[in-house]
């Protein structure tokens, strides 16, 4: 299994940019998560889907940000317009339904952000 | 709300034992996990307790005590390798379905 994916790994942009990230989950699982990681705040949820559902979107810090799980094998998560404080590290999780996976988040590689 | 508090920095030696507490408050509670992260790199999960009690994986452990809402991973005959930041997670049930919330995270260093 090639686990999770991200897209791109490193993004560099100027601020008022639109950004887009992209993540491919486990094939199989369920759960996806989206995660932020800054030295300052530490690792955030953003925001999770159960079943390409949103279910808890509240730690999406603003409008500014937006996500969506078109199907079960992929989702995005936009900036728009991006500023220098949302420069961070930037998690895609994803959590299988078996009795066994209920407890595991995989992640990805992660998206180093970075806003000029 | 939810709040989880571990400690920010632990110091060992190679070959000593390490224990990183964590201790936690969410409306919600489902089970507590351990989570790895070396530098760079994405966070890894270790293990996870849903209910009180030992859980030994290898030379990690993991303890849960749900009425002092308190846990701790223990680490074994350490290895350069373990350091890193160690993050407990709780999860949470919400309406829908289940979140994890992380705690701050641990950083920890082993010396030769």
């Known amino acids: 299994d090639a686990g999770v994916i991200q897209s791109p790994r490193h993004e560099v942009t100027e601020m008022g940019q639109e950004v887009t990230l992209r993540c491919k989950p486990i094939s199989g699982h369920n759960s996806l998560f989206w995660y932020r990681q800054t030295m300052m705040r530490g690792l955030e949820l953003l925001i999770y889907?159960?079943?390409?559902?949103?279910?808890?979107d509240s730690g999406m810090p603003e409008d500014r940000f937006s996500a969506k799980m078109p199907n079960a094998s992929f989702s995005t998560l936009k900036i728009q317009p991006s500023e220098p404080r949302d420069s961070a590290v930037y998690f895609c999780a994803s959590r299988g339904r078996g009795l066994g996976d209920l407890e595991t988040q995989y992640f990805g590689p992660g998206t180093r952000l970075l806003v000029l | 709300g939810q709040s989880l508090e571990q400690p920010s920095e632990v110091t060992a030696v190679e070959g000593a034992i390490v224990q990183i507490n964590c201790t936690y408050q969410?409306?919600?509670?489902?089970?507590l996990s351990w989570y790895q992260q070396h530098d760079g790199g994405a966070p890894t999960f270790l293990s996870y307790?849903?209910?009180?009690g030992l859980e030994e994986t290898g030379r990690f452990s993991s303890f849960l005590s749900r009425s002092d809402s308190y846990g701790y991973l223990l680490l074994q005959e350490l290895q350069m390798k373990d350091s890193a930041s160690y993050f407990c997670?709780?999860?949470?049930?919400?309406?829908?379905?289940?979140?994890?919330?992380f705690g701050a995270g641990t950083r920890l260093f082993v010396k030769a």
């Open positions: 889907f159960n079943n390409n559902v949103p279910i808890d």
């Open positions: 969410t409306s919600g509670f489902y089970g």
């Open positions: 997670a709780v999860r949470d049930r919400n309406t829908g379905g289940f979140k994890t919330i």
């Open positions: 307790n849903g209910l009180d």
